[in-house]
């Protein structure tokens, strides 16, 4: 027997006491004894039993028939009469409240279990066929069906509202008879109807018919035949309108032949952007076979490493919901090939993106049309070397590009010393197999980024870009002079080969495009002039720049060992207290012949010759002990700002070699800041050894001209740099316009977030003060503050004076 959780309902303690001990006997759970309506009412809401045993006469206005029709009209619970109550009136006001049990005491045990048990199982079988009702009502209407019946003895065909609804009629029922229904139904469909209402068991069938306003509908009939007596027979069944699914099954087989045949390839993608469908085209452009593409994301199989379309995520947040654009496209073997690309976001009723059809149209054919007809419109067609065309085009892109970057660059004339000889000795035939040869060389030896044209003849032309200095442009030249030194073999003939070559530059030598070409052509003749195979710049300031730099490079070994350096210290200003924090040491040379020397003249030059390490060492030592020199005269806690430069950083001895100096001169570590620029610590691994090693020895590191090199927001995340330096190039436009500004907040927004200290550099007007003060910079230094001077400039008053002063002037040292 199932245990049972039963409510006992009795107003005789000693009835009660000895029922619940029958039933926990039998193995069920008493959950209580009560002998009111109300008790009992809250106790069933409180305790939840599965079963109640109720004695009809109760207590109180309410008695058990009462509480019983209660109950099973509350929670459905049984509810079993156990009563002395046997008359008329009582029995049938009880059955009225359908009780699954009624017993008049005295009653045996075996009785009582026998009547607990009925209960259970009538309880349990109104449970399934409720939840059975239930599913079917749900399942009914979720499907949308109409229910009809149909009996052969009267003929009559019936049907619920919905049925009604699909045929166009009002939301009533529906009666008619079978002749007047099958008349509706379309001539062709209705053999199939009548066979499946005259077919044993169950059927199913879709025709077509008329609804009331003449329009064709598509409807699904389901039903099953059972026979009656006297040979009669009635049919009951479903109904569904699959109009709106026919027509759409229609316009999926159009799609679906488009889709076949199209010479497009067709990919359908989920909401995780993950193949799920693509057409035969898809297949025969990219040679994957379907079952290698389905269930991949086609960024890791078909879009090439270049430009990439927008990301799906970003094509459905866009308003128009679609893309087009060209792409380039990766075959299964890696070949890449152009592709014209459509990709488009497909959405539910309520929006949520469901799919993404992404199109792709093999455009080779067409991209290399047009490549060949650019190639022949703009290169030579015996060498393949660019043409006048080309060059005029490379020279004033290269001339817009130098301007905007302000960067030089050069154009380099090379003509075949005595080539008329061989064309006339030999023959045109031997002469051009020359020009080939000659040119390939040429593409040997220029670099990437440079462009070669034959001019027409035995002439040429290279444009060099990108020059860091001048003497890079004689260095090229050098390499084509040498790699035409070597004779030309034509069968089993050898030619000597020399080539004058002529140098110019922009902007120096000409800042347009006939300038140019008319200054490099006159330093070629100026190159023949001097005996040819040789090179030669247009003017003597080429010339006077080498002389100029290798004086430099010379000069500085003697200025180190005759002091001719000098550190000259910019204040940095705390902006909101207005007092002194800190100095930047920035070097000059004072040439005892040319006066003073500006860094940027020999600090370039410094670091390619190697010099910079001896002279960056000379720079640290003395600004640590300047600051300590200052610390000791009782300027307490100032900040030393030293530049390092690239090779200095990458020196495995730079950390000890600064501790040392430290210990010498009694510095604390945290009174000296390292600066270095963005460039110097591009490789990160190593960059970021080196900066945890200053900053485990307590020593800062400042990132200098922020926002001028290649700035990473990844680098600035990762590196645990203590300081960002504006450079002056933002500062010197504030307040400026709002883009200006914007920058300027923008960064120091970036800066707190990652908890960096910021400097700003280049102040020089007070309205760039109050500016940087406004959005909360907390460190300048420029020419409004001071100039950079000798430390003997900065007395010691002046020092304590200004460390501990909100006021600070305005150039106190110039």
């Known amino acids: 027997m199932q245990a049972e959780r039963i409510l006992i309902v009795e107003d005789e303690p000693v009835v009660a006491l000895d029922l619940r001990q029958t039933l926990e006997e039998m193995g069920h759970q008493v959950e209580g004894i009560h002998s009111s309506v109300p008790s009992v009412l809250a106790a069933i809401e409180r305790e939840q039993p599965s079963m109640v045993l109720m004695d009809i006469h109760l207590g109180g206005a309410r008695d058990g028939v009462d509480a019983a029709q209660e109950i099973y009209q509350r929670w459905g619970l049984p509810v079993i009469y156990l009563t002395a109550f046997a008359d008329d009136r009582t029995i049938e006001r009880a059955a009225a409240t359908k009780p699954f049990g009624y017993l008049l005491k005295p009653f045996q045990n075996k009785e009582l279990a026998a009547v607990i048990q009925v209960a259970h199982t009538r309880h349990q079988t109104e449970c399934a066929l409720a939840a059975s009702e239930a599913r079917l009502a749900i399942a009914v209407e979720a499907a949308e069906l109409g229910i009809w019946e149909w009996e052969s003895q009267l003929d009559k065909l019936q049907g619920d509202e919905r049925f009604n609804r699909m045929l166009g009629g009002a939301l009533c029922h529906f009666h008619t008879h079978l002749h007047a229904f099958l008349a509706r ?165 309520s929006g949520k993106v469901l799919q993404y059809v992404h199109t792709l149209a093999d455009i080779s054919a067409m991209r290399e049309a047009e490549r060949q007809l650019a190639h022949l419109a703009y290169h030579d067609a015996l060498t393949g070397l660019g043409n006048r065309y080309l060059l005029n085009d490379t020279l004033e892109s290269e001339i817009a590009r130098a301007q905007r970057n302000e960067r030089i660059f050069a154009v380099i004339f090379l003509d075949l010393d005595g080539f008329k000889s061989i064309n006339d000795t030999v023959g045109h035939h031997v002469g051009d197999r020359v020009i080939q040869e000659i040119a390939r060389r040429l593409t040997l030896q220029i670099r990437r980024q440079d462009t070669a044209v034959r001019l027409g003849g035995d002439e040429f032309v290279v444009v060099c870009p990108d020059l860091h200095h001048a003497e890079e442009s004689l260095v090229i030249a050098q390499k084509l002079l040498k790699a035409m030194d070597e004779p030309v073999q034509i069968d089993t003939l050898r030619y000597n080969i020399s080539v004058s ?65 000098e550190l000259h210290y910019q204040p940095v200003v705390d902006l909101k207290r207005r007092c002194l924090i800190g100095f930047e040491a920035l070097v000059r040379w004072r040439h005892p012949e040319r006066g003073m020397i500006a860094p940027d003249q020999f600090i370039g030059i410094a670091e390619e010759s190697g010099f910079i ?73 190593r960059s970021k050894r080196i900066v945890d090693t200053l900053r485990e020895r307590g020593i800062a590191v400042a990132l200098d001209d922020f926002g001028t090199g290649y700035s990473s927001l990844s680098l600035l995340k990762h590196l645990p740099i203590n300081r960002v330096k504006i450079d002056r190039s933002f500062v010197i436009a504030l307040p400026g316009t709002a883009r200006d500004a914007g920058l300027i907040s923008a960064i120091m927004q970036m800066a707190n977030s990652l908890d960096l200290e910021v400097t700003a550099e280049g102040i020089e007007t007070p309205e760039q003060a109050a500016f940087l003060n406004a959005v909360g910079c907390p460190a300048v230094q420029g020419y409004l503050f001071s100039r950079p001077a000798p430390a003997s400039h900065f007395t010691t008053e002046w020092l304590c004076h200004y460390r501990e002063s909100d006021s600070f002037q305005v150039n106190p040292a110039a």
């Open 501 to 565: 070559i002529g140098v110019a530059l922009y902007p120096e030598d000409g800042n347009n495009l006939n300038a140019l070409l008319s200054a490099a052509d006159s330093a070629m003749y100026e190159a023949k002039r001097q005996g040819k195979g040789r090179y030669c710049g247009y003017l003597p300031t080429i010339a006077a720049r080498i002389r100029e730099r290798l004086e430099i490079e010379q000069g500085l070994h003697a200025a180190l060992a005759e002091n001719q350096f």
């Open 613 to 685: 390490e001896p002279l960056g060492r000379w720079i640290l030592n003395t600004a640590i002990a300047q600051a300590a020199a200052w610390q000791q005269a009782g300027a307490k806690g100032l900040l030393m700002a030293v530049n390092v430069s690239a090779r200095q950083f990458n020196d495995e001895q730079l950390v000890d070699g600064i501790v040392t100096m430290l210990a010498r001169h009694g510095l604390a570590a945290r009174q000296l800041e390292i600066e270095v620029t963005e460039s110097t610590v591009q490789e990160f691994h």
């Open 185 to 349: 139904v379309h001539p062709d469909d209705r053999a199939t109807v009548e066979q499946g209402l005259n077919q044993p068991g169950f059927f199913s069938c879709a025709f077509r018919a008329l609804r009331d306003n003449g329009e064709q509908a598509t409807l699904e009939m389901h039903g099953q035949l059972r026979p009656l007596p006297g040979g009669h027979r009635e049919v009951i069944g479903a109904i569904r309108d699959i109009t709106e699914r026919v027509q759409m099954e229609e316009q999926l087989r159009q799609a679906s032949v488009v889709f076949s045949t199209t010479a497009e390839g067709i990919m359908i993608l989920d909401e995780q952007y993950r193949i799920r469908s693509v057409n035969p085209a898809l297949s025969r452009l990219t040679e994957y076979r379907e079952s290698e593409l389905l269930g991949q994301l086609p960024d890791s199989l078909l879009l090439g490493s270049e430009a990439r379309p927008p990301s799906y995520a970003a094509i459905a947040a866009s308003s128009e919901g679609y893309w087009s654009g060209e792409v380039c496209a990766r075959r299964r073997h890696g070949e890449l090939f152009p592709s014209l690309q459509h990709i488009c976001a497909v959405r539910d009723a």
